[in-house]
């Protein structure tokens, strides 16, 4: 069995990693850990900005992918098959065309649950990955 499992680096990665250990080990599968980046500004309409802001970007994008690469490997050190992403994009439909590209049969990620007025205004990752995938999604909720 092959998992997608898109991580927004918040406090609910914990709960959607010990989710993802349980299926993973009961399903022997591989696990694909995703990040998705904020888009570089200039990939969507907006000035650059100057060298100094490219380099904080750069730098946070950096430490992004360090702190997937340490989840990573934290699932490899218990014996599962486990590869990072960072990719940067527009969030749900990252994960929508990694989830078809790697050939995932189940996507684990959580729903933060914060209300229908926020989703109204905002949207939520959750619901639009759920509205446009193909294959069953485990969604962790980030409060308890």
Do not use: C
């Not at 914990?14 to 990939?43: G, S, Y």
């Not at 946070?60 to 992403?85: F, K, N, V």
């Not at 439909?93 to 209300?115: K, Q, W």
């Amino acid at each position: 069995m092959r998992l997608l499992v898109p991580l927004d680096l918040s406090s609910a990665t914990d709960r959607v990693l010990a989710t993802t250990r349980t299926v993973a080990r009961n399903r022997n599968a591989e696990v694909w850990l995703l990040h998705v980046a904020e888009p570089d500004p200039a990939f969507v309409g907006y000035e650059a900005g100057s060298e100094a802001v490219r380099d904080v970007i750069a730098h946070e994008y950096r430490g992004e992918h360090r702190t997937l690469q340490g989840y990573a490997q934290a699932l490899r050190d218990d014996g599962i098959e486990t590869t990072a992403l960072t990719i940067r994009g527009p969030t749900a439909a990252t994960i929508l065309s990694e989830a078809t590209r790697l050939g995932v049969e189940l996507i684990v990620m959580a729903t933060h649950g914060r209300g229908a007025v926020f989703d109204l205004l905002v949207g939520s990752v959750s619901h639009a990955v759920l509205r446009e995938t193909r294959v069953p999604v485990l969604l962790v909720p980030a409060r308890d």
